[in-house]
């Protein structure tokens, strides 16, 4: 299995950006999906979640109405994508899945991680 995440960059506040998650090796009926980030000098947090299994979609308070997660089963991808993009949403941005979890798992919960893209805003 592998995760390859990409799509992050430099964005004025207010703007926004479309990460996506190449997922390879998954079964997405069986697997929640997620999206971590992680400033510098602070822990990963969850960003937004996932799970067809399941039938959920979470968000952080912090993102609701701003940030989207949504999937493209035939292209293997999850997207997230983030409008509205404030200062505090910069950080190093990592998707995760795992078979075992439930949507809202910490990070420890999740045994597949991608390689991070880095979103940085710009005031």
């Known amino acids: 299995v592998q995760l390859q995440a990409s799509g992050g960059g430099l964005v004025q506040a207010g703007g926004s950006l479309r990460l996506s998650c190449a997922a390879s090796?998954?079964?997405?009926?069986?697997?929640?999906f997620a999206w971590f980030r992680q400033a510098p000098g602070k822990e990963r947090e969850g960003v937004a979640c996932?799970?067809?299994?399941?039938?959920?979609?979470r968000y952080a308070d912090s993102v609701k109405g701003r940030f989207t997660i949504s999937s493209d089963n035939a292209k293997n991808t999850v997207y997230l994508q983030m409008n509205g993009l404030k200062s505090e949403d910069a950080a190093v941005y990592y998707c995760?899945?795992?078979?075992?979890?439930?949507?809202?798992?910490?990070?420890?919960?999740?045994?597949?991680w991608g390689q991070g893209t880095q979103v940085t805003v710009s005031s």
């Open positions: 995760a899945a795992d078979g075992r979890v439930l949507c809202g798992s910490s990070v420890q919960g999740f045994d597949n």
């Open positions: 996932w799970s067809k299994r399941d039938g959920i979609t």
């Open positions: 090796g998954f079964t997405f009926d069986r697997t929640v």
